[in-house]
C-alpha cells in the first residue's frame, strides 16, 4: 500500500501528537506514524505559558486545565551541606506581570487529550506500524513502515524520541553523554497547601523537585545516585512518606506517596543539526537533558512552532527543503544555550570543587539580590528573545 501525504510526523509521543495537530491545523494532510507507547508514563510536565497558549490554539487546553495546577512561584533552596551555600531564590509570576509561569499537569490526561485530538481530525491519518526505513530525495521522504506500507511526503518531522530510527536513517548524528544520576518519579499528598509554588532543592546529587498539582497535591522529580535507586525503591510506605518529608524539610507537613515510583536514568543528547533534506528533528529527537528548570518539553514545543512557522514561511511542504535550512538556524541558538545550561547547573550541583560551589552559589546570590536581573533571568526563561520581539513590535 502506497500513500501520499504533505507532512509525516514520525513518533507517537507528547512532541509528535503535538506536531500531528499542528500541521493539520494548517490544512495540511497528515501522516501520523505512531506505534503505542511500551510504558505508560508517571510524571508530570511543566507548561510554560507559551506552551499553555500554543496549546490552546490547537484546541487541547480547556479539556486538560482541569487536571492541571499555576505555578505562580518557583523557589530555589540549597539542600547541600557544603561549605559555600547558595541564598534562597524565589521568582515570582507577578514580577513579570504573569498571573502564572505556566501549569504543572501529569503527563497521562494530557497524552489522553492528544490521542483524541489526533484521532478526531480528518487531515490526521494515524499508522500504528513502526517505521523501518526512511530515504529523502530532492521531491519528497519516503518511509517505509514493518507492515509494508510505503509513505510518502512533501516534509516530515522527526518526534520518534532519543533512539529516533527516522533522524538515524536521513544521517544526522548526536552527541550524548550520561550522569552519575537517576530521577525518581512519584506523585504525593501533603498536609500544608502549596500556595502554587514550586520547590526545588538542590542537593549533592542533584535536583530535588517539588512541582504543584491540583489540591494538597504536587509530583517530585527527585535526582539520586544510581546504587540508592534500589534501596530507595525498596522502602516501606511509611518510610518512603518520611523520607520525602525530611528531604524537604517538612514545608509542606506529612506527606503521603501515592502509587508507583518510577525511575528513569539521566542523560543528555544534542543533535549535530535539526534538519536536513525534506526533514526537521523536533522534541527529544534533536536534544534532550535532565528535568531542570522547566524546559524540556517547553523546548519541544518550540520547536514545533517555529518548524511550522518556517514551512508556511517557505509557502508550504514543498518548499521544504528551504523550510528546514531556516529552521536548523532559528533553533540552533535556544537550543544549544538550554542545554549548555542545565548542564552547567546540574554539573555545579555533582561538584565538590570549591570554586565551582561558589560560582553556583554566587550566582544565585545576585539573582536574590538584585531584582531587574532576577526579571531578565525570568523573562528569557519563559521566551527566548522576548526584548528582540518586543523591540521589533
Not at 175 to 188: D, E, G, I, K, S
Not at 203 to 213: D, I, K, M, R
Amino acid at each position: 500500500m502506497h500513500e501520499h501525504f504533505d507532512i509525516a510526523v514520525v513518533g507517537g509521543g507528547l512532541a509528535g501528537s503535538v506536531a500531528a495537530l499542528a500541521a493539520a491545523a494548517e490544512g495540511w494532510r497528515v501522516a501520523f506514524i505512531a506505534p503505542q507507547p511500551p510504558r505508560q508514563d508517571g510524571r508530570t510536565t511543566a507548561l510554560l505559558s507559551e506552551s499553555v497558549d500554543f496549546l490552546a490554539r490547537l484546541g487541547v487546553w480547556d479539556a486538560v486545565e482541569p487536571s492541571s495546577a499555576p505555578l505562580r512561584t518557583m523557589r530555589i533552596l540549597d539542600g547541600t551541606t557544603r561549605l559555600l551555600r547558595a541564598p534562597p531564590v524565589s521568582f515570582r509570576s507577578s514580577e513579570i506581570g504573569l498571573d502564572a509561569f505556566g501549569y504543572n499537569i501529569p503527563n497521562k490526561p494530557l497524552f489522553e487529550e492528544l490521542q483524541a485530538a489526533t484521532t478526531g481530525s480528518a487531515l490526521i491519518t494515524r499508522f500504528e506500524s513502526s517505521l523501518v526505513s526512511a530515504v529523502q530525495s530532492g521531491e519528497a521522504v519516503e518511509l517505509n513502515l514493518e507492515d509494508g506500507t510505503r509513505i510518502t511526503a512533501l516534509a516530515a518531522l522527526a518526534a520518534d524520541g532519543r533512539g529516533s530510527k527516522l533522524r538515524e536513517d536521513i544521517g544526522i548524528r548526536v552527541r550524548t553523554w550520561t550522569y552519575p544520576q537517576t530521577a525518581l518519579v512519584l506523585n504525593f499528598t501533603h498536609s500544608i497547601a502549596h500556595s502554587d509554588t514550586s520547590t526545588e532543592f538542590h542537593t549533592e546529587q542533584g535536583p530535588f523537585t517539588q512541582v504543584p498539582l491540583p489540591g494538597k497535591r504536587s509530583s517530585l522529580v527527585w535526582a539520586v545516585k544510581p546504587d540508592q535507586v534500589d534501596i530507595i525503591l525498596a522502602m516501606p510506605r511509611d518510610q518512603l512518606n518520611l523520607e520525602v518529608e525530611t528531604r524537604m524539610s517538612s514545608i509542606l507537613g506529612k506527606v503521603e506517596v501515592e502509587g508507583e515510583v518510577q525511575a528513569w536514568p539521566l542523560s543528555s543528547l544534542i543533535a549535530h543539526s535539526f534538519g536536513t533534506g525534506r526533514t526537521m528533528l523536533v522534541g527529544e529527537t534533536g536534544h534532550a537533558f535532565p528535568p531542570i528548570g522547566a524546559q524540556g518539553l517547553n523546548l519541544g514545543l518550540r520547536d514545533i512552532m517555529q518548524a511550522i512557522q518556517a514551512l508556511k514561511t517557505a509557502g508550504g511542504p514543498e518548499q521544504a527543503p528551504r523550510a528546514v535550512s531556516a529552521y536548523n538556524r532559528q533553533r540552533w541558538l535556544d537550543v544549544t544555550s538550554r542545554t549548555a545550561g542545565v548542564d552547567l547547573l546540574n554539573r555545579t550541583l555533582l561538584s565538590s570543587f570549591l570554586p565551582v560551589q561558589a560560582l553556583r552559589a554566587g550566582g544565585l546570590a545576585v539573582l536574590s539580590a538584585i531584582p531587574p536581573l532576577r526579571n531578565l533571568a525570568m523573562r528569557e526563561g519563559m521566551t527566548p528573545g522576548w526584548r528582540k520581539a518586543r523591540s521589533a513590535a
